[in-house]
């Protein structure tokens, strides 16, 4: 089994800034794509970035240019900085991960999702 803890969220102003980190344990052989998902009230839980293992990334448009996702595969973490922070990026923010994991001589490759981080953005 495989747990995510995320961290970091919380109260911020329009324009400001803030950093989700988001770090996997368990029975990990290797971690094929680490991302960040997000969802608003009302609404559809969406791709914000995702880093896949070879070190390629990418973006939701809305996020494009202020937000940085970055991971340290040695430590099977991933980091969102989220900047000039907008009150449509509030949500709850969940941390994705495409672990393998391995059994002998049999390996797997499961979903799993963090609890989940509220970023809410209002002055």
């Known amino acids: 089994q495989v747990q995510l803890v995320e961290s970091g969220g919380g109260l911020v102003q329009p324009g400001g800034s803030v950093r989700l980190s988001c770090a996997a344990s368990?029975?990990?052989?290797?971690?094929?794509?680490m991302g960040w998902y997000r969802q608003a009230p009302g609404k559809q839980r969406e791709l914000v970035a995702g880093?896949?293992?070879?070190?390629?990334?990418n973006y939701a448009d809305s996020v494009k240019g202020r937000f940085t996702i970055s991971r340290d595969n040695a430590k099977n973490t991933v980091h969102l900085q989220m900047n000039s922070l907008k009150p449509e990026d509030a949500a709850v923010y969940y941390c994705y991960a495409k672990v393998v994991s391995r059994d002998g001589f049999v390996y797997d490759v499961s979903d799993y999702w963090g609890q989940g981080t509220q970023v809410t953005v209002s002055s």
């Open positions: 880093s896949i293992g070879g070190g390629s990334t």
């Open positions: 368990g029975s990990i052989f290797s971690i094929d794509v």
